[in-house]
């Protein structure tokens, strides 16, 4: 028999049945016939650290971390890479050869590539972009279209307060718009984001007016559950181009299966399938 380490990752979070990673990673490893696990790993705040302390040494070569240890994980881990530290939450954790755990964030990544990739003709510089929500996910996004060049962001959020922290931490291309207002910064914007839970299984609708859409306009729901939101079919209707949330998942996966199992994985439509399953 060879001794050949074998290696695993999987994705931390409690609870975590829900979690769309194992059917992502599992559908690369089969893809590329790479010898690897990927699991679902339920786990407690209290146990955190030391279930992360003990996975090096069980094999694990990283992890991703969902909800609620988004945050947790950047006190524990040994290295907290820049952009990480930028969002604030680390959502891919890698383990080094000493176990020494450096964490990662990888869903600006997955926000720009995806936009990039659905709409390559998208110019950043062009018009301002509308960003609704002020939570973790929405951090991701600015921090990434702040790089991409958007000359101004507009963000409304229920509770005004968060959206100006924004302001403060990532400075004057942030305008903070009122949650009652927001429907007014539609018809301008070239590209309009929805970073809340609102529209999501289970969820309240989203009711910020979208009667300014319009034909050239991007809409981009991170929800993707549904894939088809209700902000998803009226931007349809109205002629804009629109991207789900189901891309960026896929997308943000990428860095992590790259850096554990030494391929560059392809995000293609048996990817989405094998996600939807
Ligand atoms: P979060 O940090 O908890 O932020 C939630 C956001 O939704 C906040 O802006 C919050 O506003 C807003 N919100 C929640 N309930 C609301 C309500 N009833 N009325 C108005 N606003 C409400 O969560 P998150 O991690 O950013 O995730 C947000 C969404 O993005 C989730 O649906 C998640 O599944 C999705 N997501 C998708 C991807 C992807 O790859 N596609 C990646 C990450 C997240 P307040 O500040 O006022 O509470």
Known sequence: ?????????????????????????NHWLQKYGIKGHYVPMHVELDDLEATLRQMPKMGFVGANVTL???????????????????????????????GSIVADNTDGYGFIFNLHQQVPDWDPKAAPSTVI??????????????????????????????????????GKRITVVDWVEAGLYIDDAGLIVNTTSLGMD????????????????IVYDLVYTPLKTELIKK???AGCTVIDG?????????????????HTPEVDEATRQASLV
């Open 1 to 25: 028999m060879s001794d050949a380490k074998i290696p695993l990752s999987g994705v931390i979070g409690c609870p975590i049945a829900h979690s769309k990673s194992p059917l992502i990673h």
């Open 68 to 98: 609620p240890h988004k945050e947790a994980v950047m006190k524990i881990a040994d290295r907290v890479t820049d952009r990480a530290k930028l969002i604030g939450a680390a959502n891919t954790l890698i383990f080094r050869e000493d």
């Open 133 to 170: 929500g002020a939570g973790g996910a929405s951090r991701a996004v600015v921090a990434s279209l702040l790089e991409a060049g958007v000359p101004e962001i507009r963000i409304t959020n229920r509770t005004k307060a968060r959206a100006e922290k924004f302001r403060q931490e990532f």
């Open 202 to 217: 289970g969820q309240k609708r989203l009711r910020v007016p979208m009667d300014g859409l319009h034909a050239g306009v």
């Open 235 to 237: 931007a349809e209707s």
């Open 246 to 262: 189901l891309g960026m998942l896929l997308h943000q996966a990428v860095p992590g299966f790259e850096r554990w199992f030494g």
